[in-house]
């Protein structure tokens, strides 16, 4: 049976990264030592050419996908942003941590949602819907390796929802411009909503 490989992949870092901010509907560009790191990281890595890549529509997202798979048909989707972080968005741990509605979004759960913000059930709703319209055009379309540039939240709810063997959430963050090689096949997706979570990525250079 006929698999679909995806490479999920972190953007690279932006200021508000760098300041240890919530960072998520602000649309924010790479700052210039994210930017950096992802050029050196293509002479670390081997990020191997794709037939497409999907992209959260946010600037530190579309513009890491330019320097990681350049020369490649890049495609937005709206379901690939990050979380929205409402009244929280912008602001460090530090800024937040007296705050009575910031402690009750955080011991709340997956159903909790930050003021004017969304929950994690409600994320994972729409990067199901957004990771079915990915995997049902490279389907109809014979693609058979693709990259999926979004945020680490993303990857890692991504990951804890739908991928097998269910590994512990800590072990599924994504640093910078690296993420997880995963494999489906249109039975397992469509049968049981769920992906193979292959390796590490990108790999290794062996030159």
């Known amino acids: 049976m006929k698999g679909y490989r995806i490479s999920l992949v972190r953007h690279g870092m932006t200021e508000a990264n760098e300041k240890g901010m919530y960072i998520g509907k602000t649309d924010l560009p790479l700052s210039d030592k994210g930017a950096a790191e992802l050029v050196a990281k293509t002479d670390e890595f081997d990020y191997p050419k794709v037939h497409k890549v999907y992209t959260s529509p946010l600037k530190r997202c579309t513009e890491t996908a330019d320097i990681l798979f350049p020369d490649t048909e890049i495609m937005t989707v709206d379901g690939l ?5 409402g009244t929280f968005d912008g602001k460090t741990v530090d800024e937040l941590i007296e705050r009575p509605d910031y402690k009750e979004w955080l011991k709340g759960g997956r159903s909790s949602r930050p003021p004017e913000g969304e929950s994690l059930e409600e994320m994972t709703a729409r990067i199901f819907s957004a990771v079915h319209g990915i995997i049902m055009d490279m389907m109809e379309n014979g693609l058979t ?4 540039v979004t945020h680490g939240g993303i990857i890692s709810n991504l990951l804890t929802g739908f991928g097998i063997p269910k590994y512990d959430p800590k072990y599924l963050n994504a640093s910078y411009g690296e993420g997880f090689d995963i494999m489906v096949t249109a039975q397992m997706w469509l049968n049981s909503q769920a992906f ?12």
């Open 81 to 85: 942003r990050e979380l929205d972080f």
């Open 145 to 148: 390796h693709c990259a999926v």
């Open 196 to 207: 193979e979570i292959l390796n590490l990525f990108p790999y290794i250079d062996s030159e």
